[in-house]
């Protein structure tokens, strides 16, 4: 019910910023939070933000907490995922996810009904 699609990924050296993009679209007012996921290859997606959508509370991991900033355009049907101060280790493909079904938890993929297709975000030494 939920479509979301990805853009914003690319290559940029350590130390540099991305702006990733998630468009929903269908049906958006079931969406409780908007979430961004990461996999490297060989890696489990981790969870890296999130954000309540009616009020706009924002979770994040440590991983990226102090650097990465999510936020949301209501009117747009738009998260976005604001990335500075770019690591290495921050390479893979990044992954919007809409939690259509209420869940306590921010963090846990599985509690996201619906995902973009991810966008690759590459960041070089």
């Known amino acids: 019910q939920v479509q979301l699609v990805e853009s914003g990924g690319g290559l940029v050296q350590a130390g540099g910023s991305l702006r990733l993009s998630c468009a929903a679209s269908?049906?958006?007012?079931?969406?409780?939070?908007m979430g961004w996921f990461r996999q490297a290859p060989g890696k489990e997606r981790e969870f890296v933000a999130a954000?309540?959508?009616?009020?706009?509370?924002?979770y994040y991991a440590d991983s990226v907490k102090g650097r990465f900033t999510i936020s949301r355009d209501n009117a747009k049907n738009t998260v976005y995922l604001q990335m500075n101060s770019l690591k290495p280790e921050d390479t893979a493909v990044y992954y919007c996810?809409?939690?259509?079904?209420?869940?306590?938890?921010?963090?846990?993929?599985?509690?996201?009904?619906?995902w973009g297709q991810g966008t690759q975000v590459t960041v070089s030494s």
């Open positions: 996810a809409a939690q259509t079904v209420y869940s306590y938890s921010y963090a846990n993929p599985a509690d996201f009904g619906s």
């Open positions: 954000i309540r959508w009616s009020v706009g509370t924002t």
């Open positions: 269908g049906r958006t007012f079931n969406s409780y939070r």
